[in-house]
């Protein structure tokens, strides 16, 4: 299991790096590795953005003992920050979590509010789990492509 505490942007990157070397381990070809990197760099991002701080963890799934939907990887993304207000609308390409995002003003907010929607497209499971102080985001992914593009759940 890898565990990265997330308070600065190298933070990320370094997490990044390492979720991408787990998941050639795991059987990841080259191109899904780096879709895997994508979702742990935005998950990272998004918690220097609107949580403050927190945590980037991952593990392998099904390496170890059998598991009905094969070898994977499970990503958690924890942080110290306020609750999504609208779930549903930040998973929009160019939302946040109140609405369309307003063009001017892309640049200064280092995004263009497609990261949770990538999120989404690229693993099979996409949770998010509130806390009493913060939340958690887990998303899995499996080396069976089938069924890709998570739904969504509370």
Not at 73 to 102: C, N, S, V, W
Request: proline fraction near 4%.
């Amino acid at each position: 299991m890898l565990g990265y505490d997330i308070r600065v942007w190298v933070d990320v990157l370094s997490a990044r790096t390492a979720v991408k070397s787990l998941d050639l381990e795991i059987g990841f070809v080259s191109r899904e590795a780096t879709e895997l990197a994508i979702v742990a760099s935005e998950l990272g991002s998004n918690i220097l953005k609107y949580g403050r701080y927190g945590k980037l963890s991952a593990k392998a799934l099904g390496m170890s003992s059998p598991s009905p939907r094969g070898k994977g990887i499970e990503i958690l993304a924890r942080d110290y920050g306020p609750q999504f207000h609208d779930l549903a609308t930040a998973l929009k390409d160019g939302h946040d979590d109140r609405g369309p995002l307003d063009p001017l003003q892309l640049l200064s907010r280092k995004g263009i509010g497609g990261g949770l929607g990538a999120v989404l497209r690229l693993t099979h499971c996409f949770n998010v789990r509130p806390l009493a102080e913060g939340k958690e985001i887990v998303v899995e992914r499996y080396l069976n492509r089938v069924g890709l593009g998570a739904q969504a759940s509370r």
